[in-house]
């Protein structure tokens, strides 16, 4: 499947290298890279191959419909001059774009946007968020979840092994010990975010720092070396499990970075409008809608920027024009 996709997206770039394209044929490939996170990942290995083999520049931003024809022309020969059509049957682009390039494998995934539920070999169910990717290891004496990326929700069932072992999830930061609960864990770069929903669990940072105990309706974060106070859990913090982001006087920025999560194009805001302030109940399995809705909400107006090389389109909220 992926080596379909890279040729395709290779035939895209092909097209972007021609003199005849058209704001339909952008909004096409927008179309296509915006199908899943698969489309997504070979267009970007078709440009960083690109990018490789003739030098060129990582992000070139093209605004199409405001431009004519002929300024939309330059610009494009003028990125893209030298630039041969990629080789879309082999060669080159299998073995740099694909091999090299992907990502570690784990047992159980999630794309961006999606959500998945299953259950363990305890009886235990785990319902990953978006973008997540888990281990488990299941032994004699213990029950680890190996959460490498985003976000899980655990329900623990009673374990019906004659010794008892605990349950526990593991990150880059820690240990999260459960302790007959439902809690959510959060990974991120430099901490792991904790919320407890029933029962209790304990937090042991991987180097030595204090443990924690968090009760039902608390939530924490953890680095390394030490666990932040805990505070009182949000209403609707588990929402994103029914496909809806809960949100209490929140500002814009924060909005969009939490829609960001569960999409495969840029969020922004201007500077101007990023620390407006939002409530309210957003889809999370249609982020049109919610931009949409957040549109209704706050005087701002929603834009669609396109770019040829780069990361994914951008979609950006902007002062209300009067």
């Known amino acids: 499947m992926k080596r379909i996709l890279l040729k395709e997206a290779a035939q895209w770039y092909a097209e972007f290298c021609s003199d005849d394209i058209c704001r339909n044929d952008l909004e096409a490939w927008q179309q296509w890279v915006s199908q899943s996170e698969e489309h997504a990942w070979a267009w970007r290995q078709v440009e960083q191959l690109q990018g490789r083999l003739q030098g060129m520049p990582g992000r070139v931003s093209v605004a199409v419909w405001q431009q004519s024809e002929s300024e939309r022309v330059l610009q494009r020969r003028r990125f893209l001059k030298g630039a041969g059509v990629l080789a879309i049957s082999g060669g080159a682009l299998t073995a740099a774009g694909y091999s090299a390039l992907t990502s570690p494998a784990y047992q159980h995934t999630t794309r961006t946007g999606e959500r998945r539920s299953l259950t363990l070999e305890d009886g235990s169910n785990l319902v ?87 009760t039902a309706g608390e939530t924490a974060s953890f680095s390394n070396t030490k666990c932040l106070p805990a505070q009182p859990l949000q209403p609707g913090a588990d929402a994103w499990c029914n496909g809806m982001l809960i949100v209490h006087n929140w500002p814009l920025s924060q909005v969009l970075d939490e829609l960001s999560r569960y999409s495969v194009q840029r969020l922004r805001a201007d500077s101007g409008i990023r620390q407006l302030r939002l409530s309210g109940a957003f889809p999370l399995d249609n982020i049109a809608m919610a931009l949409q809705a957040i549109a209704t909400s706050v005087p701002v107006d929603i834009e669609y920027r396109w770019q040829l090389l780069g990361p994914l389109a951008e979609t950006r909220l902007v002062v209300r024009k009067a």
């Not at 959460?147 to 019906?160: H, K, N, Q, R």
């Not at 029933?198 to 924690?212: A, C, F, L, M, S």
């Open 128 to 214: 990953l968020n978006t973008a997540s990717a888990i281990d488990t290891v299941f032994s004699a004496t213990e029950r680890l979840i190996v959460l490498g990326e985003g976000e899980i929700l655990v329900t623990t069932a009673p374990d019906s092994a004659p010794l008892h072992r605990p349950l526990s999830v593991m990150t880059a930061h820690g240990k999260v010990r459960a302790l007959g609960t439902r809690f959510m864990v959060r990974v991120g770069n430099k901490e792991t975010h904790v919320t407890v929903l029933e029962h209790d669990v304990e937090i042991t940072p991987k180097n030595g720092g204090q443990r924690q105990l968090l």
